[in-house]
Nanobody
Framework: QLQLVESGGGLAQPGGSLRLSCAASGFNLDYYLIGWFRQAPGKEREGVSCISSVGRPNYADSVKGRFTISRDNAKNTVYLQMNSLKPEDTAVYYC??????????????????WGQGTQVTVSS
């Protein structure tokens, strides 16, 4: 069974850091596009970052310079390092995998599998 499981969410203070993990089971992430999305209450789901199967990253303007995406194919896991967190980063964060892996797009329809999400709250 194909499954993505996010972890690492929680409460952080403004200016703090969190690292999210997205672990895959039932399939090999090596050839997939992997994306991180977030959805705040009352807002649409938006792309945060993605990484192609060949390691090309892409970031939303709102997180450039603060978030870093990386992949560890040996562990079948993708990470999102989030630094300099802001209250507006508060949302449920989802990872997703797309079968067309070589283009680092954050278009939602490019993704075929989704995790259940992990809550990130940035507050003092």
């Amino acid at each position: 069974q194909l499954q993505l499981v996010e972890s690492g969410g929680g409460l952080a203070q403004p200016g703090g850091s969190l690292r999210l993990s997205c672990a895959a089971s039932g399939f090999n992430l090596d050839y997939y596009l992997i994306g991180w999305f977030r959805q705040a209450p009352g807002k649409e789901r938006e792309g945060v970052s993605c990484i192609s199967s060949v390691g090309r990253p892409n970031y939303a303007d709102s997180v450039k310079g603060r978030f870093t995406i990386s992949r560890d194919n040996a562990k079948n896991t993708v990470y999102l390092q989030m630094n300099s967190l802001k209250p507006e980063d508060t949302a449920v964060y989802y990872c997703a995998a797309g079968r067309i892996g070589y283009i680092p797009t954050m278009v939602i329809k490019a993704y075929d599998y989704w995790g259940q999400g992990t809550q990130v709250t940035v507050s003092s």
